[in-house]
C-alpha cells in the first residue's frame, strides 16, 4: 500500500478480531519504524510486546478507571450530552473496557536521559521532547497497517507507570510514552475525513491568508 494510502486510511482501531498477530509482523513492522527520527538520533525507545491475558485485563481495568476520571472532568453531564457526544464517550467506554481483546499490547518505552527538553522554563505544559518517541511511534502504527494490523495508543495506562516498570523488570531512567492495543480489525479500512489544509496553515503569520496548492 501506498505511503498516502496508509496515511488517509489509518485510524484508531477499537475493535479486533481474535486472530493472533504473529512475532514476524510484529518484527517487520518494528524494523520499519526504528527509521523515525530523534534527537541526536539516540533512538531511546524501548518495546515490551505483552500477549499476555492478564496482564491485558491489567490494562483494561486500569485504563477503564483513567476514562471514567477523564469523561467525568471533559465531559458535560449525562442530560447535556449531544448525540456526537454520547456517542463518542460510548465508544470510548466500551474500548477501554475491551482493550484486554486485543491479542498484542506494545508497551513503548523512552529512556528519559535522551530528551533535551528545550521548552522546558516555558509557561506552559512541556511537549518537546515528545519529538523524540511519538513519531517512532506513529511510523509503527503506519507500518502495521500497511501490514492490515490495526492499533490504537493510548495514555490511560500511564498513570501506573511505576507498576507497569515492576511488572516487566524496567530499569531506573524509563518513562511509559504509549500502549498500544494491537490485531486484526474487525472493519475494512476507509479514508478518513480530516479537516483542508487551507484551515490551518497559513502564509507568514496566523493571520495570513491560507496555504492553497495553487500559487
Do not use: C
Not at 82 to 106: C, F, I, S, W
Amino acid at each position: 500500500m501506498e505511503l498516502s494510502e496508509v496515511m488517509r486510511t489509518m485510524s484508531g482501531v477499537r475493535l479486533y478480531l481474535p486472530d493472533d498477530v504473529p512475532d514476524e509482523v510484529i518484527y517487520s513492522a518494528l524494523d520499519d519504524a526504528r527509521f523515525a527520527p530523534s534527537g541526536g538520533n539516540r533512538q531511546p525507545w524501548r518495546v515490551v510486546v505483552v500477549r499476555d491475558l492478564d496482564l491485558r485485563k491489567r490494562v483494561s481495568e486500569i485504563s477503564s478507571q483513567e476514562w471514567r476520571a477523564y469523561t467525568a472532568k471533559w465531559y458535560p453531564s449525562p442530560e447535556e450530552l449531544t448525540g456526537d457526544q454520547a456517542r463518542k464517550l460510548q465508544e470510548g467506554t466500551d474500548y477501554h473496557a475491551n482493550m484486554h481483546q486485543a491479542p498484542v499490547h506494545l508497551f513503548v518505552w523512552a529512556e528519559l536521559a535522551s530528551f533535551a527538553l528545550t521548552d522546558r522554563n516555558l509557561d506552559r505544559v512541556s511537549f518537546v521532547g515528545g519529538g523524540s518517541i511519538y513519531p517512532f511511534v506513529q511510523n509503527l502504527q503506519l507500518a502495521l497497517s500497511a501490514r492490515g494490523v490495526g492499533s490504537r495508543i493510548t495514555a490511560l495506562a500511564i498513570p501506573a507507570e511505576a507498576e507497569w516498570a515492576a511488572t516487566m523488570s524496567v530499569p531506573d531512567g524509563y518513562g511509559l510514552a504509549a500502549v498500544m492495543t494491537v490485531g486484526y480489525p474487525e472493519w475494512r479500512a476507509t479514508r478518513l475525513s480530516r479537516n483542508p489544509v487551507e484551515s490551518f496553515a497559513r502564509r507568514e503569520s496566523f493571520e495570513g491568508t491560507p496555504l492553497t496548492a495553487a500559487p
